[in-house]
T-cell receptor, first 110, second 115 residues
C-alpha cells in the first residue's frame, strides 16, 4: 500500500515568517514529487515539482527532496496571507499514477 | 487554452438517481484522471486513462461507479444508483506522458450532493 503522509495542521505562521511543510512517502521507487496548493472551494494547482535530491528554488518557494529518507518538504519564505491554503504533496509512480497526501492547512496571520 | 472543463459544476440529486459527470481534458493531453475529494478521505484517485484506454480502475469504490472515455476530448463518470455517501467533489485532471515530471492539471470540479 503506497502512502503519502502529511501533517494535517493547521500550521499557523505570522506574516513574513518561513512556513515549512513536510511530506513522507512509503515507496522507494517514487521518482517525481509535486506540491499543489488548494484554496478553499477551488481545485489543486501546481506550485513546485522536484525530481532530484537536494533543493529547488522558485521565487519564495523551495522544495527539498531526500530520497534516502523518503522525505520531501516545501519552504515558503516571507509568507503572505494569500499563501493561506491547503498544500498537497503528490508522488508520481510508474505509468503516470499519482498518489496524494491528505494535505496540510496553512494559516498565515497578518 | 481553456484548461480542463468539467460539467456540471454543482449537482444535487436524490438517493437512487443516476448521476453523470463530464470532463473535457486539455487538448493534446493523453492522460485523464478522475479523483474524488472528501474531508475524511482527502483526494482519492478513482480511475485513469491513457489514450482513451482505462489503465487502472482500482480506486473505483464499487460497481455503482463506471467511467468511459469514448474519444480524446471527452470522458464521463457515472454513478448508478447514487447514495448519500457519494457526496463529494469530483475532479477531472489531464496530463502529458512525456518526461518524468509531467504534472496534472485539474478541472474546477463537480460538487455532488446526494440527498
Amino acid at each position: 500500500q503506497k502512502e503519502v503522509e502529511q501533517n494535517s495542521g493547521p500550521l499557523s505562521v505570522p506574516e513574513g515568517a518561513i512556513a515549512s511543510l513536510n511530506c513522507t512517502y512509503s515507496d522507494r521507487v517514487s521518482q517525481s514529487f509535486f506540491w499543489y496548493r488548494q484554496y478553499s472551494g477551488k481545485s489543486p494547482e501546481l506550485i513546485m515539482s522536484i525530481y532530484s535530491n537536494g533543493d529547488k528554488e522558485d521565487g519564495r518557494f523551495t522544495a527539498q527532496l531526500n530520497k534516502a529518507s523518503q522525505y520531501v518538504s516545501l519552504l515558503i519564505r516571507d509568507s503572505q496571507p494569500s499563501d493561506s491554503a491547503t498544500y498537497l504533496c503528490a508522488v508520481r509512480e510508474d505509468f503516470n499514477k499519482f498518489y496524494f497526501g491528505s494535505g496540510t492547512k496553512l494559516n498565515v496571520k497578518p | 487554452d481553456a484548461g480542463v472543463i468539467q460539467s456540471p459544476r454543482h449537482e444535487v440529486t436524490e438517493m437512487g438517481q443516476e448521476v453523470t459527470l463530464r470532463c473535457k481534458p486539455i487538448s493534446g493531453h493523453d492522460y485523464l484522471f478522475w479523483y474524488r475529494q472528501t474531508m475524511m478521505r482527502g483526494l482519492e484517485l478513482l480511475i485513469y486513462f491513457n489514450n482513451n484506454v482505462p489503465i487502472d480502475d482500482s480506486g473505483m469504490p464499487e460497481d455503482r461507479f463506471s467511467a468511459k472515455m469514448p474519444n480524446a476530448s471527452f470522458s464521463t463518470l457515472k454513478i448508478q444508483p447514487s447514495e448519500p455517501r457519494d457526496s463529494a467533489v469530483y475532479f477531472c485532471a489531464s496530463s502529458l506522458a512525456s518526461g518524468s515530471g509531467e504534472t496534472q492539471y485539474f478541472g474546477p470540479g463537480t460538487r455532488l450532493l446526494v440527498l
